[in-house]
C-alpha cells in the first residue's frame, strides 16, 4: 500500500491535520510548511528573541499536534518560516526513516 502524503501549508491544513491525529493516527508520511501570513508555530525551546519578538502578535499553532502520528515514517518539513528554536518533538519518532529538512534560512 502506497503511503499517502498530507501537506500542511496553511491554517485550513493544520486545522485539518490537528483533527487527523485522532482519525488517523497511524499516518506515516506528513509535510510541514509555514502556516500563512499571520501565523507562526508556537516558538521552540531557546528560540531566536529577536524573530520571536517580531512575530509576537502572529496567531501561535501547536507543532507538537504531530506527535500523535506514532507510526510516522516519513517528514519533510520545508520553508521553515513559521519555526523558531528547537523543537524536539519533530525528532522522536520510533519508525522515522527520512527526514528532510529543506529551504530552512
Do not use: W
Not at 491554517?11 to 501570513?37: D, E, K
Not at 520545508?78 to 530552512?104: D, V
Amino acid at each position: 500500500v502506497p503511503m499517502a502524503d498530507f501537506s500542511v501549508n496553511s491554517v485550513l491544513n493544520y486545522r485539518a491535520m490537528a483533527t487527523m491525529t485522532t482519525a488517523l493516527p497511524n499516518l506515516m508520511q506528513l509535510s510541514i510548511g509555514g502556516p500563512g501570513l499571520f501565523h507562526k508555530y508556537i516558538d521552540g525551546e531557546d528560540p531566536d528573541e529577536e524573530l520571536a519578538a517580531e512575530t509576537a502578535t502572529y496567531t501561535p499553532l501547536d507543532i507538537d499536534v504531530i506527535s500523535n502520528f506514532r507510526k510516522l515514517r516519513r517528514l519533510n518539513i520545508h520553508g521553515g518560516y513559521g519555526l523558531n528554536g528547537r523543537y524536539p518533538t519533530l525528532f522522536n519518532f520510533p519508525l522515522l526513516e527520512k527526514l528532510r529538512i529543506s529551504l530552512c534560512c
